[in-house]
């Protein structure tokens, strides 16, 4: 039955907003069909997020994005683009208590021990390129720790590295794409590393770490392949395992095909606009 | 820190109550016993709650204080 804008159903009542991206309404209808629900700013900084990506021409560059909100973990599993991942990312030992949807404490948290999520994105099945591949996350907290922990990786046993992660390989946050050894990793300096996190190849197998955007650090090139297995977030997927599990804040997931400079910028910028929206934000 | 502690078959047991994207995997300790964090339990109890298909079991688990010390690696479920 519908009721002006209201349309209902036996479930949950469906609430369509005006002047919401249509891409954003359909993450809304999944949410709902998941038994969550998202209220009006969190959906309309979703709208903002999708369109300015699509403005920018960045949209269709996406291949995953899924950036954790609303207003309960049902709904922060839900992906806005799914492309060939999972409509719902499965998780394990995450608690309704892990999700906040706002402010400092904002984003999915780890606890370095045994919670993390597989969203179902396996770079081989998909045909991902390594010549042409941008791994990014939002994360807060930094992990200046003696042991590996990763935000999201697939991997054999060391070898064929693709992720983000704060590695012991010089004790440094690093990023790869296929790297076939830990010498391949395109790490940033020994410090603190939060906020929008992003590796990327364009056009060769050089990968080019970022920060909030701007290049940091020396590009590696890399000579390894993809590890035929899921990205798992909060933890790295080695070889069919998971293991250096992470304590930080996941505030977002975005697999893109390469990006250029200004490309990781008009990105970042569009990401951080939607962090601010929902008051958990990194300052540069 | 609390765990429930757990056996591999208990593990499955579990999962397959739970729906396909919510899933439970344990932690081994270094003298082989099996736990699950406690939070679980903060997590169950009502309809809406993620693990309410497996509440009874999680609540029958006895708890465990342990040291990080005591853990030796994340076992994931053959239910994945």
Known sequence: ?284 | MTRLVVNPQQVDVINALLPSDTRVSAVRLTDNAFTLGADLLTDCDTPTDTYYEAREILHSLPQREITSEEILNQVVSDER
């Not at chain 1, 609303?70 to 683009?81: E, I, R, T, W």
């Not at chain 1, 906040?100 to 919670?115: E, I, P, R, S, Y």
Request: charged share 15%.
């Open chain 1, 1 to 284: 039955m519908i009721i002006g804008r209201f349309s209902l159903s036996r479930r949950k009542p469906l609430i369509e907003f005006p002047g919401i991206d249509p891409t954003a309404r359909d993450w809304q209808q999944r949410v709902i069909a998941n038994g969550g629900t998202v209220t009006l700013p969190t959906l309309k900084a979703v709208s903002d997020y999708i369109r300015a990506q699509k403005s920018s021409g960045l949209w269709s560059k996406k291949l995953y994005v899924h950036l954790p909100c609303g207003d309960q973990l049902a709904a922060a599993k839900v992906p806005q683009l799914v492309g060939a991942g999972s409509s719902v990312v499965t998780t394990f030992n995450i608690v309704e208590g892990d999700f906040v949807n706002t402010g400092a404490t904002g984003g999915v948290k780890g606890n370095g021990l045994d919670k993390y999520w597989n969203f179902g994105w396996n770079p081989v099945t998909v045909g991902a390129s390594l010549s042409n591949f941008t791994l990014s996350s939002y994360v807060r907290g930094t992990e200046l720790v003696g042991t590996s922990r990763t935000i999201l990786a697939v991997n054999g046993p060391s070898i064929n590295l693709t992720q983000l992660a704060w590695a012991m390989v010089g004790t440094a946050e690093i990023g790869s794409v296929g790297a076939a050894t830990t010498s391949e990793y395109a790490p940033t300096v020994n410090s603190a590393r939060e906020g929008y996190l992003s590796v990327s190849t364009n056009g060769s197998r050089s990968q080019q770490y970022y920060v909030a955007g701007v290049a940091t650090g020396t590009p590696v090139s890399a000579t390894g392949a993809f590890f035929n297995g899921d990205f798992f977030v909060l933890a790295g997927n080695n070889n069919g395992t998971a293991g250096s599990f992470s304590t930080r804040y996941i505030r977002a997931i975005v697999i893109s095909t390469g990006l250029s400079a200004a490309e990781q910028l008009t990105d970042y910028t569009i990401m951080q606009a939607f962090q601010t929206a929902l008051g958990r934000q990194i300052t540069p």
